[in-house]
């Protein structure tokens, strides 16, 4: 007899008093007294997974909560870290700071930063709003883009800055004499 017909009788018997023997392929025998509800071994052991995986499901959702919370508490912590960062007794953004952080941006064309090269031509810096005025070696530049958005990108990262400007200017127009001689020494021309 399979289990759904097993449980066919069972809900047939459920009206009628008293108990029936139940016998499935296997051989186990088994009595269910409807009126008591007495249960099978097997039945039992059915319902006591079925109570298992429902106090488990009932855990794991409070662990899910649990870290829940301790990702706000987290987001939480950063946000404070934050606002101490741009407090006014935090350290303020200072051009030696913007310009060390320019100089992890190298020419593509040239193995030299952009600092070095002589490319940053002025670094403005008024109530966490950062303006920056840099060139490039030519107006052609196929990387142009691609190093402006990096700037910003690294000057944004800085704490305490609010706003960041990336402006590209081509007067002066750049030239080998703007380079340090850290980067003329490099590229041969001392």
């Known amino acids: 007899m399979g289990l759904g017909n097993m449980f066919s009788k069972l809900f047939k018997k459920e ?5 029936s023997a139940v016998t499935d392929e296997g051989g186990l025998h088994g009595t269910i ?5 007495v ?46 960062e741009a407090a006014p ?4 953004v200072t051009e030696e ?3 060390e952080i320019l100089s992890d941006i190298y020419d593509p064309e040239i193995p030299i930063d952009i600092v070095n090269l002589g490319l940053i031509y002025g670094v403005n810096i008024e109530n966490g709003s950062v303006n920056v005025k840099m060139t490039l070696t030519s107006p052609g530049c196929p990387t142009a883009g691609q ?13 305490g800055v609010k706003e960041v400007k990336v402006e590209v200017v081509w007067d002066p127009p750049w030239d080998p004499s703007k380079m340090s001689d850290e980067a003329k020494k490099a590229l041969g021309y001392m």
Not at 15 to 19: E, R, T
């Open 39 to 84: 249960e099978s071994p097997r039945t039992e052991n059915i319902h006591k997974l079925q109570t298992r995986n429902i106090e488990e499901t009932a855990i794991q959702a409070t662990q899910s909560e649990d870290k829940v919370e301790d990702i706000q508490t987290e987001d939480e912590a950063y946000q404070k870290l934050q606002t101490e």
């Open 33 to 37: 007294d409807i009126a008591n509800k």
């Open 97 to 99: 700071k913007i310009l």
């Open 15 to 19: 009206n009628g008093k008293g108990s």
């Open 89 to 92: 007794g935090a350290e303020a």
């Open 147 to 159: 190093m402006v958005q990096e700037a910003q990108m690294l000057i944004e990262e800085l704490p």
